[in-house]
């Protein structure tokens, strides 16, 4: 079976992050980061962001949500997010389960937030009848697979901290971003006023593992005791250290964004030659959203597995990986021209 364009999530494990579990494996370690792999780590995290980062390994994204939007907020706050997020649509209600918060979803066109569209939430400050707005909540790469220039992240995150809110990022595609950016991960977050991340390596070549960081130590004072009792704490931690050391090395990350951005511009590229396929939002990182004839959804789909986004309008979503080969890329565009022209 081909391997399809559902999702990044799909694909295997780079081989490079397997062989860093396998060196990690041999003999004991104290558990629960407590290892010199995982203190490793946390060192490079914060050669990237900065000495006074504070950095939380978890097991998924999800996780890696849940205890950022934890660490910094009261049940009775609010969380604005775009209304596609993932904290809104694909974790389950967990958010708002571990949080106890509002979350106030807003309509996009593009899956980026701005200043304007969010305004109207911005009331109830002080006011104990109403859920106080704590956290902006952003997607880095968005889920409609578009990326917040620098000066977009500044400008809500400057709004956040006008009204003593706080500024997060959903960054599980964060090195897809920085390659479309060309920049390096500080300078489109920290740089930028990002207050907590969520960062991102499984959909980019890693087994498992994302990792909580926070800019400001204060907000992190009692991320342990959550990150406990949310069942995000893994005693072997070592295997997530090793695999985000091999990760930064020699920018593996960037290598391997790099290749799935560029199959996304290639199969973008060919689809733009079939008249009667329209592509809805800018391809800015590995993702491509397109409008498609109903007729040839299920027969695409046998051939090569992807998710329907919107079956209304028959858009569907097209997510490339970093093993996406050039192959694959040219046998899916033939065959959706083979599909469109049959009667």
Excluded at 12 to 26: H, Q, S, T, Y
Excluded at 314 to 330: A, G, K, L, P, Y
Aim: hydrophobic share 40%; glycine share 6%; charged share 20%.
């Amino acid at each position: 079976m081909k391997k399809g364009f559902a999702s990044d999530n799909n694909s295997g494990v780079r081989p490079d992050i397997l062989k860093a579990m396998e060196a990690a494996n041999p003999g004991h370690y104290t558990g629960y980061g407590n290892d010199p792999f995982t203190q490793k780590a946390i060192s490079v995290f914060k050669e990237n962001f900065g000495r006074e980062t504070e950095v939380f390994f978890v097991f998924n994204g999800t996780g890696a949500n849940v205890l950022g939007l934890s660490s910094v907020t009261r049940s009775f706050n609010s969380i604005i997010c775009a209304e596609t997020a993932h904290i809104q649509e694909d974790e389950c209600g967990a958010p708002e389960k571990f949080t106890g918060c509002k979350l106030l979803p807003v309509e996009t066109k593009n899956g980026k937030l701005t200043p304007e569209i969010i305004q109207h939430h911005l009331k109830g400050f002080d006011f104990e009848h109403h859920s106080q707005p704590k956290v902006i909540s952003i997607s880095q790469v968005t889920e409609m697979g578009t990326v917040y220039q620098p000066e977009e992240i500044k400008a809500l995150a400057g709004l956040a901290h006008s009204h003593n809110m706080l500024l997060h990022m959903d960054g599980a595609r964060i090195a897809n971003a920085a390659v479309s950016l060309n920049l390096g991960f500080r300078e489109f977050t920290k740089d930028c006023g990002v207050d907590v991340l969520s960062f991102g390596g499984t959909k980019n070549g890693m087994m498992m593992g994302e990792a909580v960081v926070f800019f400001n130590p204060d907000l992190a004072k009692q991320t342990k005791y959550l990150r406990k009792q949310s069942m995000q704490l893994y005693s072997k931690m070592r295997f997530v250290g090793a695999q985000f050391v091999a990760y930064f090395e020699n920018d593996l990350w960037k290598e391997t964004a790099a290749h799935a951005n560029k199959m996304a511009k290639m199969l973008e590229a060919e689809i733009k030659q079939i008249p009667e396929v329209k592509i809805t939002q800018p391809v800015e990182a590995n993702g491509i959203f397109a409008l498609v004839p109903p007729k040839i959804v299920k027969p695409l789909q046998e051939q090569f597995f992807f998710y329907i986004w919107n079956e209304q309008n028959s858009e569907v979503r097209w997510m490339t990986s970093f093993d996406t080969t050039e192959n694959e890329i040219r046998e899916f565009a033939a065959l959706i021209k083979k599909l469109v022209s049959e009667k």
